[in-house]
């Protein structure tokens, strides 16, 4: 008899067994269990995973965020990816309010719907205030999210920041230029954002505030 613990890796593809907690899950259930690594990462790239025909509720995202909010299996998570899910404010609202996610550490949003309301939401919850490596690429966020980013109390240990190809323009850069929360960051992606102006390219490229900056690429 082999008494050697299962790894985590194990314990997911053990068929329908799932650790012992299979019987209880729902097939949404499932897939977001299946797509926890090592306890500490979740990595969800593709709304399409939740369904076997390729239609997708026009609602996917409250009800992902609602299942994510109140997922006992998500408790020590450090690492929160979700992509390609049509994440909106109001499923971004969700997350935050839940009380079983904790405060992570990696947070990648990209390829989302959340705007510049996500933006906004996003920089005044607590439960970001841990986070060093911030991606939130394609979200059609613009000068207005930036300058919320910018001026959040809670993100001020971001070290890196990737906002590829959203529209933050002169205006944005110019905020992230000048923001004391962002002061950490030693990455700075603004690939794609409309930043034109040799004035704010030269704002973040000499900003006093981002002194730390090692990367910085825009075009």
């Known amino acids: 008899m082999d008494n050697k613990a299962k790894s985590w890796e194990e314990l997911v593809n053990d068929g329908e067994n799932y650790g012992g907690v299979g019987q209880a899950l729902t097939p949404e259930e499932k897939?977001?269990?299946?797509?926890?690594k090592d306890k500490k990462i979740l990595?969800?790239?593709?709304?399409?995973?939740?369904?076997?025909?390729?239609?997708?509720?026009?609602t996917h995202d409250i009800e992902?965020?609602?299942?994510?909010?109140?997922?006992e299996?998500?408790?020590?998570?450090?690492?929160?990816?979700?992509?390609?899910?049509?994440?909106?404010?109001e499923a971004l609202k969700i997350l935050t309010a839940s009380p079983i996610l904790p405060r992570v550490e990696y947070l990648h949003l990209g390829s989302n719907k959340l705007g510049d309301e996500g933006a906004k939401i996003l920089a005044a919850s607590p439960m970001f205030s841990e986070v060093t490596t911030l991606n939130l690429e394609c979200n059609g966020i613009t000068a207005e999210g930036a300058k919320a980013l910018a001026a959040s109390p809670y993100l001020t240990r971001v070290t890196s920041l990737s906002m590829v190809d959203n529209r933050v323009g002169d205006?944005?850069?110019?905020?992230?230029?000048?923001?004391?929360t962002l002061s950490n960051l030693t990455y700075l992606h603004l690939g794609g954002n409309r930043i034109r102006s040799e004035e704010?390219?030269?704002a973040l490229k000499n900003s006093s505030h981002l002194s730390k900056l090692e990367t910085l690429k825009v075009f």
Do not use: C, M, W
């Not at 897939?31 to 926890?36: A, D, H, L, T």
């Open 73 to 89: 299996p998500l408790r020590n998570i450090t690492t929160l990816i979700i992509t390609h899910n049509n994440l909106g404010p």
């Open 200 to 202: 704010a390219k030269a």
């Open 171 to 180: 205006e944005g850069a110019l905020a992230i230029a000048q923001s004391e």
């Open 64 to 71: 992902l965020a609602t299942l994510l909010a109140g997922f």
């Open 31 to 36: 897939v977001v269990f299946e797509n926890i």
């Open 43 to 58: 990595k969800l790239q593709d709304r399409y995973a939740f369904s076997k025909t390729g239609q997708v509720s026009e």
